[in-house]
C-alpha cells in the first residue's frame, strides 16, 4: 500500500507552486522600473519648479507694476485740477492786461472769473459748505466762532462768516459759522 505522501512527487526547491517567477526575476525589473518612475520624478519637479519660478517673477513684475502706477498716480493726481485751473489763470492774466478797463468791465471780467473757478472745482468734487441760516450745527462741518443770542432755535447756525468746502464727501476746510446761543 501507498502512504498519501509517497504517490505526491517532491517539488523542486526553486518551483513556485503558485505559478510566479521566481524572486530573482522579479526583482531584475523592479529596478528599471525604480530609475525610471525616478526620471519621471525628476522631470516633473524640474517642471514644477521652473513654473514656480515663473510664477513667483509674473508676481513679482506684477507687484513693481502696480508699484510704479501708483506712484505715477500720486506724482500725477492734481494733473487734471491743475488742468482744470488753467482758464481761471488766463482770465486773470488777461484782466491784468486791460489796465485801463473800467470798474463795470473789470467786475464783469471777476464774476466770469469766479464762475470758471467754481466750475472748475465742482469738476473735481470740491463742493461748498454754505448752510442756511437755521440749519443744526453740524460739528462734522461747521467751525463755531461764537454763540450769539438769537430767535432761532439753540444750537443752530445763525451767519456764515466763510464757506466751508468738502472734497469728494471729505471736510476739506470747516464752514466758519456763528451759532445760537441757547435761551
Do not use: W
Not at 55 to 68: F, I, L, S, T, V
Not at 95 to 102: E, R
Not at 145 to 154: F, G, K, N, R, T
Amino acid at each position: 500500500m501507498t502512504t498519501p505522501e509517497s504517490t505526491i512527487p517532491p517539488i523542486p526547491a526553486d518551483a513556485n507552486p503558485l505559478g510566479e517567477p521566481p524572486a530573482a526575476e522579479t526583482a531584475a525589473p523592479a529596478e528599471p522600473d525604480l530609475a525610471q518612475r525616478y526620471a519621471e520624478l525628476e522631470a516633473k519637479h524640474t517642471e514644477v519648479a521652473d513654473a514656480y519660478l515663473r510664477a513667483k517673477a509674473e508676481a513679482e513684475n506684477a507687484r513693481r507694476r502696480a508699484d510704479e502706477e501708483v506712484s505715477k498716480v500720486r506724482r500725477f493726481a492734481v494733473e487734471g485740477f491743475a488742468e482744470n485751473l488753467l482758464p481761471v489763470m488766463d482770465s486773470l492774466q488777461a484782466a491784468l492786461a486791460q489796465p485801463d478797463a473800467d470798474a463795470k468791465t473789470v467786475l464783469e471780467g471777476v464774476q466770469a472769473t469766479l464762475r470758471q473757478l467754481s466750475s472748475a472745482l465742482e469738476r473735481n468734487k470740491v463742493v461748498a459748505i454754505d448752510p442756511p441760516a437755521g440749519t443744526k450745527f453740524d460739528p462734522h462741518q461747521h467751525q463755531a466762532i461764537s454763540m450769539v443770542p438769537a430767535e432761532q432755535d439753540p444750537n443752530t447756525v445763525v451767519m456764515v462768516l466763510q464757506k466751508g468746502y468738502l472734497i469728494a464727501e471729505r471736510v476739506l476746510r470747516p464752514a466758519l459759522v456763528t451759532v445760537a446761543a441757547p435761551k
